[in-house]
């Protein structure tokens, strides 16, 4: 089960972005997930059940955006989701493509104490 080693980074981070945001405690984790990432997203919310205490997102929530799978084409440089696995780009036929979303794995932002207390604003 590699979400175990994945949300033990994970909580890394946020324990680090935590600190330098002046120590508040993080009530809101969230991650995008890539479609692709080969990650189980209930897996993960489950390592973070177990994993959370006793780092600053103890008593905290984890929220998570799942990124779909886009794809660019090589030939044209149009972007797609492929809604199946023919994995070719829709307006010129080129195979020639690269994934370019879908794969990724990242905190894209925590909410502390401090912050929630303010306006609200979430970035
Ligand atoms: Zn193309």
């Known amino acids: 089960m590699h979400e175990t080693a994945l949300m033990t980074n994970l909580l890394a981070i946020v324990e680090r972005a935590a600190r330098d945001g002046g120590g ?4 809101l984790v969230h991650a995008r997930i890539g479609e692709f ?6 897996a993960l919310r489950f390592a973070f059940e ?31 989701s492929p809604g199946d696995f023919v994995l070719a780009c829709g307006r010129c036929g080129s195979t020639e493509i690269d994934i370019v979303g879908g794969r990724e ?14 306006d609200g604003a979430e970035r």
């Open 37 to 42: 990432a080969g990650v189980n997203v209930e």
């Open 50 to 80: 177990v994993l959370s205490p006793g780092t600053a997102a103890r008593g905290g929530r984890l929220e998570c955006e799942v990124v779909p799978l886009r794809v660019r084409c090589r030939g044209c440089g149009a972007e797609a």
């Open 24 to 27: 508040g405690r993080v009530r």
């Open 105 to 118: 794995m990242e905190v894209d932002y925590i909410l502390t104490d401090d912050e929630a207390a303010g």
